[in-house]
T-cell receptor, first 112, second 115 residues
Framework: QQQVKQSPQSLIVQKGGISIINCAYE??????FPWYQQFPGKGPALLIA?????SEKKEGRFTISFNKSAKQFSLHIMDSQPGDSATYFC???????????FGTGTRLTIIP | DAGVIQSPRHEVTEMGQEVTLRCKPI?????LFWYRQTMMRGLELLIY????????DSGMPEDRFSAKMPNASFSTLKIQPSEPRDSAVYFC?????????????FGPGTRLTVL
């Protein structure tokens, strides 16, 4: 019940295209859904996060879409750039718990 | 702020040796997390502390692993004896609810290779 399932495992997108990464969860107590970005040789860093009181959150080219009834959330990267090439992790937690449950990660490659 | 500091950045050791990884959290952060990252298992939480007290160590793989946090600015993860399957990147992360709820700040990691 604690799992967060992430897909796809890897993704190749052309420069300027839209990158979409999906996550699904089982635990209905989860109420905080961050996305972390990790570059090679670095630790993960928070990219954007959402709480279930809204269905979408946008920060620049990055958007989280959240579907509470389906227990799914996704990351959309608009106008994808080579600098976006990284591994992306979705995660989830509940308000009373600082422990994050991470997805398995998606390796995104943006090609020119 | 310097961010989360981890040392060493790389460690190569032989099977059976003791390995100690170190972490200095961001000043003022009261939660500290240790993670292990491998290709096969992804990012796994090993243990986390709140105010220097271990809260959840259910992710510690076995008795060979131990973690301590003697004060608010220092934590260690020890593996004794080490085995080749412990080869991974180990991350430390810290967090405070006071200014940035839910945001874990990760260190650069320690890449451990056990031969």
């Amino acid at each position: 019940q604690q799992q967060v399932k992430q897909s796809p495992q890897s993704l190749i997108v052309q420069k300027g295209g839209i990158s979409i990464i999906n996550c699904a969860y089982e635990n209905t107590a989860f109420d905080y859904f961050p996305w972390y970005q990790q570059f090679p040789g670095k630790g993960p860093a928070l990219l954007i996060a959402i709480r279930p009181d809204v269905s979408e959150k946008k920060e620049g080219r990055f958007t989280i879409s959240f579907n509470k009834s389906a227990k799914q959330f996704s990351l959309h990267i608009m106008d994808s750039q080579p600098g976006d090439s990284a591994t992306y992790f979705c995660a989830a937690s509940d308000m009373g718990n600082e422990k994050l449950t991470f997805g398995t990660g998606t390796r995104l490659t943006i090609i020119p | 702020d310097a961010g989360v500091i981890q040392s060493p950045r790389h460690e190569v050791t032989e099977m059976g040796q003791e390995v100690t990884l170190r972490c200095k959290p961001i000043s003022g952060h009261d939660y500290l997390f240790w993670y292990r990252q491998t290709m096969m298992r992804g990012l796994e939480l090993l243990i986390y502390f709140n105010n220097n007290v271990p809260i959840d160590d259910s992710g510690m793989p076995e008795d060979r692993f131990s973690a301590k946090m003697p004060n608010a600015s220092f934590s260690t993860l020890k593996i004794q004896p080490s085995e080749p399957r412990d080869s991974a990147v180990y991350f430390c992360a810290s967090l405070t609810r006071r200014t940035s709820w839910g945001v874990q700040f990760f260190g650069p990691g320690t890449r451990l290779t056990v031969l």
